[in-house]
């Protein structure tokens, strides 16, 4: 999925933070960088845009319940409960579902405090 993709606006998301690790005491190098845990509940409809990269924030999503389709590369992948994604530098994706339940993931990403940027 390229930047020029569009998807639509996020809609029916709630984000809650759950933890964060502060790096830069824990691992040299790692100043200005955090470990974040966070919740991610989707509404039935619910999108979870724009098409945003995860450049400079790696992370790892688990679903815990319902169904999140992961949109990248032109290709809509469907995961359910028990699994779940990496997210790396060559991700670029949008999220939505599409299901008739609420769908919670369980997102765990590096980010760089410093420099946040607006698809956290």
Known sequence: MSHEETAPATQGVTVELLSIVDLGP???GMDGRQLRMRR???APGAV???VHDHIDRPGTVFILE???TDHR???ATDYGPGVGWPEDHNTVHWLENRGPVTAVEISVDIVNTACRRKAE
């Open 66 to 68: 319902g169904t999140i």
């Open 40 to 42: 991610v509940t989707l």
């Open 73 to 75: 590369n032109g290709i």
């Open 26 to 28: 824990e691992i040299a």
């Open 48 to 50: 979870f845009g724009p």
